[in-house]
């Protein structure tokens, strides 16, 4: 029994129980939030719930509550149409429940706005040519709404003759305000000139707009009526309409299919309703790029740092009081970080910025406001004392035989440095970015303050002139689990979003911290050391 304890089998099997609870804690979560996310999309079916007073409910029964100390068993039933009942649940008691069907007619439609509609379809007003081969109203709808989209579609090389009519208006009237401010009677003329040909790209944006309102009027007319299960009739634009879709005479291939293109659109498409539903690219967009810069911002500083604290600077007072700088910075508070970069990079060196670049814009600031450049800029600062310490181990690591192999064999210290140290160091600059970047994707609070906005109108990149727009604002998935979770006045409807951003946001953290550690570990085979 002794030597059970002088052998540290405790400690061994205590670190190893530690550990075991601890993957299970990350399993746990994990499965909780794909359970509750991957299943949002799926197409449940609709249920016409009878009650014994003589109403009736139709909707997708999301819940049920077993029989408690203050309330009986009962059922959670999404009834949707927010613009006829103001709301989007109703909890039913069991014991309310006279009978339970499952209509094959009934008619769930996603809209634009206001939500889910659950229906009957009743009439439809069409003024664009129907298809021969569909014989019911329903399928009537379907082609008309084909057809719909199709002409939405046809629309895009309007609406990008616009864009590219409203950018160089927008460009000379920059030009035109950057002269003014100059004030030289030589640029009187060039003013003029500049003027003219703005209000000639405003004509013609003007007559594309009246032109593609005047379409989309025409393919407003097209509507479908539809009768709620009380009786209530609601007409519905086909083109408010985003999916429509029978889920009772659905089968599972069919409903495989919405579920393959319900997850596209999440992947691909822009939110809606408040966040609520609609795609996520441009939240993830705005991740993936923020990480990235901050890698690019932090990366190279911090190991630099660390190569002049371990390499070049003589060991003393001040190099300890750097070190323990460095290990305190990395306990901060991540609020303090975004306080300090509205204040250094908003406010001082964007404000710098404007009045030496664009004081013709003054007081509307460029990059005097948050923009994912400051963004990235803070949490790389965030970041990197992690860079600096995995850094300075993983050149601890390197045998010293080998610096002074290199030396006597006549290499300087830079070479040495270069060809031998940083290369077997590799893997530690790599643990180092791996903990920074997955810090990086989950900060919410500092980004409040230095860029991030519930709904970005354009993405940092684009194809305009100069194509990277670090001053824009941008969308982050942990702000958006945010403010879906605790701002919106929806929060049953609001719930599933929640847990599907997760699931993207931690997708995204484990691919790049995969991919690192991937990299990480073919440089350790290469440049394998007792450390790493």
Known sequence: MGNFWKQGEPQVWATAATLSITLLMIATLIGVVMVN??????????????????????????????QTAT???????????????????????????????????AIVLERKEHGNFYGFLKSLSLNIPQSASAATPWQQMLAARENVIQAQRNLGDLRDKMSKLNAAAESLRLKI??????????????????????????????LLLDDLNTKNG?????TATFQDVSGE??????????????????????????????????????????????????????????????SIFSLPFGVIAAIYLREYAKEGMLVRLVRIAVNNLAGVPSIVYGVFGLGFFVYGIGSGIDQLFYPERLPTP???????????????????????????????SVPKGLRQGSLSLGATKFQTLMKIV????????????????????????????VGVVKLAPSLPIDGQ????????????????????????????????????????????????????????????????????
């Open 37 to 66: 996310g991957l299943g949002f999309f799926w197409p449940s079916d609709t249920a016409l719930v009878s009650l014994k007073d003589g109403s009736k409910l139709l909707g997708e029964i999301t819940d049920t509550e077993k």
């Open 71 to 105: 309330h009986g068993a009962r059922l959670q039933l999404k009834i949707g149409n927010r613009d006829l009942y103001g709301q989007d649940f109703r909890w039913i008691d069991k014991g309310d429940v006279a009978s339970i069907t499952y209509p094959d007619d």
């Open 177 to 206: 305000l950057k002269l003014s401010f100059d004030n030289a009677p030589a640029n009187r003329d060039t003013i003029q000139r500049l003027s003219q040909q703005r209000e000639q790209s405003l004509a013609e944006f003007n």
């Open 218 to 222: 025409e393919l407003n007319r097209n």
């Open 233 to 294: 009739e609601k007409e519905i634009a086909l083109t408010d309409i985003v999916h429509a879709y029978r889920p009772n005479t659905m089968g599972v291939f069919a409903k495989a299919a919405f579920y393959a293109g319900k997850i596209k659109e999440l992947l691909l498409e822009e939110p809606r309703e408040s966040n609520t539903e609609g795609g996520l690219f441009p939240a993830i967009f705005g991740t993936v790029m923020m990480v990235l810069l901050m």
């Open 366 to 396: 460029t990059f005097g406001t948050g923009g994912i450049l400051w963004a990235s800029l803070t949490l790389a600062l965030l970041t990197v004392p992690v860079v600096i310490v995995s850094t300075e181990e993983g050149l601890a």
């Open 422 to 449: 940083l290369p077997m160091a590799t893997p530690g600059i790599m643990t180092g970015l791996i903990l920074a970047m997955a810090r990086a994707a989950g900060e919410v609070a500092p980004l409040m303050l």
């Open 465 to 532: 002139f100069p194509f990277f727009h670090m001053d824009r604002k941008f969308m982050h998935l942990g702000f958006h689990i945010y403010d879906v979770g605790f701002q919106s006045p929806n929060v049953e409807a609001a719930k599933p979003m929640v847990f599907v951003t997760t699931l993207l946001l931690l997708a995204i953290v484990i691919v790049a911290s995969s991919s690192a550690i991937h990299l990480r570990n073919r440089m350790k085979k290469k440049y394998s050391t007792k450390a790493f």
